[in-house]
């Protein structure tokens, strides 16, 4: 079983930067994929970023450039870099990490975009 708690989500003005931060109960050893999920008002969960252990960082289109992922593994924590912020970027955020054939969410953290 593993637990994942996110935070930093926030309200932030259309222009700006927000880090959210996922900090796991397991160590990244264990983990197979890794990555960054989002469910604005009224839409389905969509993909933000995945990261497979040992592999190439994928992002989606509508965030490539703007957002990063990064992770210290000392900490067990990711993080989602986000930069020029956009209205249409508001949802919840949730991080999600794969160990094994099991898969793991996080809570959510909510990021509003004012204009």
């Known amino acids: 079983q593993v637990q994942l708690v996110e935070s930093g989500g926030g309200l932030v003005q259309a222009g700006g930067s927000l880090r959210l931060s996922c900090a796991a109960s397991?160590?990244?050893?264990?983990?197979?994929?890794m990555g960054w999920y989002r469910q604005g008002p009224g839409k389905e969960r969509e993909l933000v970023a995945r990261m497979p252990s040992g592999g190439r960082t994928i992002y989606a289109e509508y965030v490539k450039g703007r957002f990063t992922i990064s992770t210290d593994d000392a900490k067990n924590t990711m993080y989602l870099q986000m930069k020029n912020l956009k209205p249409e970027d508001t949802a919840v955020y949730y991080c999600n990490m794969i160990v094994g054939m099991r898969g793991y969410w996080g809570q959510g953290t909510l990021v509003t975009v004012s204009l």
């Open positions: 397991a160590t990244f050893l264990s983990i197979n994929v």
